[in-house]
């Protein structure tokens, strides 16, 4: 038996953050999943967020955490709680033996994310962070043509972009540039991004090192706005990635391999939900009169957005706990620990004054 | 009276380096431009270029380059030399009253390429390097943007990428990989579009320092064939460029604004001589279906390839002087010192593992 709609995935939903309202709409589309219930610190609150997004008015409202946790018709559970509070709740999550789609970063440090991992392990329950993107049909086409050796070749260089420009309100209140909620700031919330693009392109290939671009900018409590990183590879590849909230909307990444070249300019979020686009060009020669061949335009279309697609596959993954005994897929929890690691690597670069910080397991 | 069809600027090409054929059409493209004269280290050599090149056989062919510089009908000389020559001969040049387009990267330091200035400026011959993409009208309307604070806001950030594949022949016998002829490498052949281009986006103010990024790769004999570099400002602006021998073709430059994003896949060399395109998106917000609005895309149509805009700005420069007795504008050496002093800070980084290096005037 799968999940599906006659027996969807139900999901609780902690916390009314901004990105619930996305991620509620993508439980709706899912074809496997549902909600059931929404917590947050007070009743009022979760009612509000259920009528204002369109959620089945029977959802539950409730005015904790802790009761979406106690709730029998739960089956997964979706954190976009603030990153400081991802332990304590995701931890008791997966002790209620709900799975946990988690909202990046996923927690301040590794050793923390282990703590979460390893309650997830313990409890046999599926743990996936929210990066869209991974499950937009686009990166897995784009993942075959970076593993053809003929129209790739071997992977050289590549550079990622992540920024939006923050304004006056977001800069003083939003939760990603205060100490004690979300305090890896531009790094936790675009640089996630750039560094799991980074992994991915090396085919999740931990680099040995990881060195921070100066120019770095942090707010007066010490929360980075803006920075930048290189990371080096033993066999000489390289990847720089930039993340900050002090430039206009930009999502850039360009991978460049000995044959072949990828680049695309909406790979968090694409410019449309269908059809979305990237440009690969292979074996590109530069005559006196332009470029032969010319990068090719490759078009894909989708049923669903990329996040009720990454719903879709959590909830298949679930439900095959819950409804066939299967065990958690582990390659989630994998890629996650090693963005975590790497990012890790970039703030204590950082931290030391942009010295090179090794990679480490 | 103008440099025009009748009365064109003559030129002697030093040097039949592949550029040169570029060049060469470019200067018969240029409709105040005439070629008159090739030297090579043989008569011989110059000959087979002016018939393989589709050059006037009525061209001259001299079997040196003190000949191209004795001939009195030669107004000005292209260097296509390979950058340990450039000193010696463009002073010659200079000093026999040419007026010298040099090509990048112009010298192997600023201290080299002072030598050269001051010859001309003391000649009062005009002195340009040969930076094609600078005389793209696609370039003035892409500035044009940078400087609108209502479109493009402040500049915060950009990167830059220019690499191509060298072949087996290519990584061993270029002159672009021998310490002894063009020993900046990938760093002089394609950093130097990088940098300009930073400088370019940054209004030609200086970075304050320079700091090579850690995995430079060099060949056996010391060249550099791949390496990147981070620009900082004192205002918090930062550059990042890469630039490489080893991997497929690509151009990338993305410049990020408060307010704006500028975005062109092939800023050194277009895709196509015309139409040329970019891409320019102002105040985006990212809404849960997408991006708003969607980066908007510019088209530039030219009568003449670039190569052939900046022959024909040289040689109205040339012209000026030439006939009506004007001054060398100085705009030209100012920006391709500027180019070169970034270019030696970053060499200097590379040198000293990657270290912080102030650019210094």
């Known amino acids: 038996m799968m999940a599906d709609r006659a027996n969807p995935i139900r999901f609780g939903i902690l916390g009314c953050a901004a990105i619930a309202r996305k991620v509620s709409r993508a439980i709706a589309l899912a074809p496997n999943a549902t909600v059931v219930a929404v917590g947050s610190r007070s009743v009022d609150k979760a009612q509000r967020f259920i009528a204002d997004n369109g959620i089945p008015p029977a959802t539950r409202a409730h005015g904790s955490y802790e009761a979406v946790l ?11 709680l603030p990153t400081s509070l991802h332990v304590r709740w995701a931890v008791a999550a997966a002790e209620h033996g709900k799975h946990v789609l988690l909202e990046k970063p996923t927690a301040l440090c590794a050793a923390d994310l282990d703590r979460i991992l390893e309650a997830c392990g313990s409890q046999g329950v ?20 970076l593993s053809d ?26 939760i990603r540039v205060k100490p004690d909620l979300d305090a890896l700031g531009a790094l936790g919330d675009l640089g996630w991004y750039c560094i799991r693009s980074v992994l991915w392109a090396a085919d999740y290939e931990l680099p040995k090192t990881a060195i921070a671009h100066h120019g770095c ?28 909230f002090l430039s206009n909307l930009t999502m850039e990444l360009c991978v460049m391999g000995t044959r072949g070249t ?16 990237f440009k690969f060009s292979t074996d590109t020669k530069e005559l006196d009169t332009g470029w032969q061949p010319l990068p090719s335009e490759h078009v894909i279309s989708t049923d669903l957005p990329q ?23 582990e390659k989630w929890p994998i ?19 942009f010295e090179p910080v090794n990679v480490t397991d």
């Open 217 to 244: 900018v942090k707010n007066q409590a010490g929360v980075i706005l803006s920075c930048g990183a290189t990371l080096v590879w033993d066999d000489g590849k390289v990847a720089t990635f930039h993340c900050s």
């Open 149 to 174: 050796p003929n129209r790739f070749g071997q992977l050289k260089a590549l550079h990622s972009i992540f920024t939006f420009c923050g304004d006056t309100d977001f800069l003083q209140n939003d």
């Open 70 to 80: 106690d709730d029998p018709a739960v089956d997964a559970v979706y954190v976009p």
């Open 307 to 329: 996040e009720a697609l990454m719903i879709q596959e959590f909830s298949r993954l679930a439900g095959s706990i819950r409804d066939s005994g299967s065990k958690p897929d």
């Open 126 to 145: 599926q743990f996936m962070d929210s990066t869209m993107w991974m499950h937009h049909p686009r990166t897995a086409r784009m993942r075959d043509l």
């Open 262 to 277: 990828l680049h695309l300019s909406d790979f968090v979020v694409p410019f449309e939900e269908t059809p979305v686009q």
């Open 335 to 353: 890629i996650t620990r090693k963005t975590q690691l790497v990012l890790d690597a970039v703030k204590e670069s950082i931290e030391t004054g």
